[in-house]
């Protein structure tokens, strides 16, 4: 099992910029990517983007490309996301983790371990 630990959220203005943390602990070498997702009140939770963890492959959704960026962490077992000309669409609970399967997906059930989440409010 991995252990995951979001940080960074808050609240910022629109048109600003926010870098969220992903810190892996347990069982990171069975991992194979890392995601992040965001669940808005009301609907459902949505892919946002994700990385692979050995190769560097990254993958974003639509809604967010040229605006956020996912990263490895430098050496630490860590993924940021980088957020940047925030709008207030963006705002939801932002949930990293961690997939051990070989290929890429994009939907919340093909992640195996998640991330107690952390709030981000962009206000216009």
């Known amino acids: 099992q991995v252990q995951l630990v979001e940080s960074g959220g808050g609240l910022v203005q629109a048109g600003g910029s926010l870098r969220l943390s992903c810190a892996a602990s347990?069982?990171?070498?069975?991992?194979?990517?890392i995601g992040w997702f965001r669940q808005a009140p009301g609907k459902e939770r949505e892919f946002v983007a994700a990385l692979n963890w050995s190769g560097g492959s990254t993958y974003y959704a639509d809604s967010v490309k040229g605006r956020f960026g996912i990263s490895r962490d430098g050496a630490k077992s860590a993924v940021a996301l980088q957020m940047n000309n925030l709008k207030p669409e963006d705002t939801a609970v932002y949930y990293c983790?961690?997939?051990?399967?070989?290929?890429?997906?994009?939907?919340?059930?093909?992640?195996?371990?998640w991330g107690q989440g952390t709030q981000v409010t962009v206000s216009s």
């Open positions: 347990g069982r990171t070498f069975s991992i194979n990517f």
């Open positions: 983790a961690a997939r051990m399967g070989d290929s890429y997906r994009a939907y919340p059930t093909a992640y195996n371990d």
